[in-house]
T-cell receptor, first 116, second 111 residues
Framework: NAGVMQNPRHLVRRRGQEARLRCSPM?????VYWYRQLPEEGLKFMVY????????ESGMPKERFSAEFPKEGPSILRIQQVVRGDSAAYFC??????????????FGPGTRLTVT | DAKTTQPPSMDCAEGRAANLPCNHS???????VYWYRQIHSQGPQYIIH???NNETNEMASLIITEDRKSSTLILPHATLRDTAVYYC????????????FGQGTTLQVKP
């Protein structure tokens, strides 16, 4: 039973380019979450999605960042016109979302984004 | 802001039980206590959760005080691979799915 998959594992982008991070949730999970961990800092929630819906994007920066979880395919976190401050580890998590277990989230290995 | 407080660091001898405390004096009645850990720079790993009863699984035990103001995560026989940052998180329906990670406790298991 495959866990949460993220790709790429490492991504290098120059300032001004776009970064696309992909996340495939665990089989049977329809809830996806994205978190960011800046160097030497804690994990911060970014966005919570269900299939074709954004449930909570309160942690997303107002500009340049977007996320989607289409009916088919992986969830995508897109960062446009990247800046050096976007360099971080981006983690995706999924959950079954059932009552009493929505806090039980299973994390992928992360994507390390480096902006040069 | 995190609703829990944990000691920043702890040491434990390999093979001994590791007892990690967490204070959550403002936890709401419908909020669960969740524990996660992050080994080095890997993705966080779910460990266990509970509401008011003690819980046990293959990884750990969770002891929640009767007044629910604090809890203890117990790793019964710590190994070097248990060295990680451990996070205690209060989570309920008002969280709308977001886990709020505090600073956690860095557990160092020593040989």
């Amino acid at each position: 039973n495959a866990g949460v998959m993220q790709n790429p594992r490492h991504l290098v982008r120059r300032r001004g380019q776009e970064a696309r991070l992909r996340c495939s949730p665990m089989k049977g999970h329809s809830h996806v979450y994205w978190y960011r961990q800046l160097p030497e800092e804690g994990l911060k929630f970014m966005v919570y999605l269900q299939k074709e819906n954004i449930i909570d994007e309160s942690g997303m920066p107002k500009e340049r960042f977007s996320a989607e979880f289409p009916k088919e395919g992986p969830s995508i976190l897109r960062i446009q016109q990247v800046v050096r401050g976007d360099s971080a580890a981006y983690f995706c998590a999924s959950s079954p979302g059932t009552s009493g277990r929505s806090g039980e989230q299973y994390f992928g290995p992360g994507t390390r984004l480096t902006v040069t | 802001d995190a609703k829990t407080t944990q000691p920043p660091s702890m040491d434990c001898a390999e093979g001994r039980a590791a007892n990690l405390p967490c204070n959550h004096s403002t936890i709401s009645g419908n909020e669960y206590v969740y524990w996660y850990r992050q080994i080095h720079s890997q993705g966080p790993q779910y460990i266990i959760h509970g509401l008011k009863n003690n819980e046990t699984n293959e990884m750990a035990s969770l002891i929640i005080t009767e007044d629910r103001k604090s809890s203890t995560l117990i790793l019964p026989h710590a190994t070097l691979r248990d060295t990680a940052v451990y996070y205690c998180i209060a989570f309920g329906s008002s969280n709308t799915g977001k886990l709020i990670f505090g600073q956690g406790t860095t557990l160092q298991v020593k040989p």
